[in-house]
């Protein structure tokens, strides 16, 4: 006969092979999507320039800043922090 503790290893032997199986087959999902709140966010990246293997450019939007850092290996720069007025008619920016 199997005791409980032996029987209770099996059962979660089997659901740990049950959920890989699903997963695998796509019909169960790894991550809950649970409702975000409305909020703007306050901060975003809004562009990447690479200038090298390690060097790079960021554009950063902070609130109503535009933050220019410049990122290598041995750290972050700022390199400017700007207040634009963005308006829907604002061109496009060029790349």
Avoid at 37 to 66: C, F, I, T, W, Y
Wanted: glycine share 6%.
């Amino acid at each position: 006969m199997i005791d409980g503790q032996t029987a209770g290893f099996i059962a979660i032997l089997v659901l740990c092979g049950a959920v890989y199986v699903l997963r695998r087959r796509g019909l169960l999902r790894a991550s809950v999507n649970l409702p975000r709140m409305n909020r703007k966010r306050l901060m975003q990246s809004v562009e990447r320039v690479p200038l090298g293997n390690q060097h790079s450019l960021h554009l950063v939007k902070v609130a109503d800043r535009h933050i220019l850092v410049a990122v290598s290996p041995s750290g972050c720069s700022l390199l400017d922090n700007v207040l634009i007025p963005m308006s829907d008619d604002a061109p496009e920016p060029v790349q």
